[in-house]
């Protein structure tokens, strides 16, 4: 193996494994919007609050987890594709797409959550807190779909491609 070729299979790695992380990453948003929010807005207040307390560690855990690697791939992958114009360009959506994800985090959910896992949050706000959470989680839910969305289409781009 050469080591354009070695290049090669190293770039097209991270860009199997960033659309991969982003494709994981955008279904389990959609999992939690679709299955976990109608749940929380259900129940009773003070029942989502404890239910919330218990768990809010292993919820930030596993989809921090992969929106942060989802991000760190796409960038990687990005850097890889710098010198393949058509990759670059379906690259460059994902990773700004997926920091996109990550940005509301600092800026609303993060302050939330701890309300929600601390019980700081008067339990008349609650049912109304939830539906503005709804609202952006679908919003980061659509940017997240547009990023899995974006690095298929870079692969795509790829596929085929001898140009190291």
Request: proline residues 4%; hydrophobic residues 60%.
């Amino acid at each position: 193996m050469t080591a354009g070729e070695r290049n090669r299979s190293i770039a097209d790695a991270v860009r199997a494994a960033a659309t991969v992380a982003l494709g994981l990453s955008a279904g389990a948003m959609l999992a939690e919007g679709a299955v976990l929010v109608p749940w929380w807005r259900a129940l009773p207040p003070q029942a989502f609050l404890t239910w919330y307390a218990a768990n809010a560690a292993r919820l930030f855990d596993f989809f921090g987890t992969l929106e942060i690697a989802s991000a760190a791939f796409a960038v990687a992958a990005l850097a890889l594709s710098w010198y393949r114009p058509r990759a670059r360009r379906f690259f460059s959506a994902a990773a700004v797409l997926a920091l996109a994800v990550l940005a509301p985090f600092p800026l609303y959910f993060e302050a939330v959550n701890d309300s929600f896992a601390n019980g700081t949050i008067a339990l008349d706000r609650i049912a109304g807190e939830l539906t503005r959470w709804s609202v952006l989680h679908w919003v980061r839910t659509g940017i997240g779909i547009a990023a899995f969305g974006a690095a298929l289409l870079g692969v795509r781009s790829e596929a085929g491609s001898t140009v190291v």
